[in-house]
């Protein structure tokens, strides 16, 4: 139980992290003029967007682990190997979707709420 409770808490922090990340480049990206669909365009574009997205990617890499982590400590049916790591990885799958909508979602929210949008008056 107790190494259950660790690896949940790790995903919570690195669910809370990338959260943080996606929000911070998602909001400077769109303040800058430019949308969602171009985001690794944008981060080329110089060092700082660089250094976020590289902080959403691997934020997102690590919590897809804590995930994984997680899954297989908690997800196990008893005589079919095949059947657990399919649902462990379903499972992992569907979370780090779940996180990454959860992004966009609140990062879109922000930049709506707060008039980072720069096209938002035309």
Known sequence: MMLTNT???KVFVMATLNIIAAILFGSFKNYAGWYWDRGLSYALSGILPLLMFFGVFSTFVLLGIAIWQTSVAVINVKGHKFVT???QILATLFFC???ANL???IAGFLVHS???DPFAGQ
């Open 103 to 105: 992004n966009y979602m």
């Open 7 to 9: 690896r949940m808490t």
């Open 97 to 99: 979707y779940f996180a």
């Open 85 to 87: 790591v399919i649902a």
């Open 114 to 116: 707060f008039s980072f």
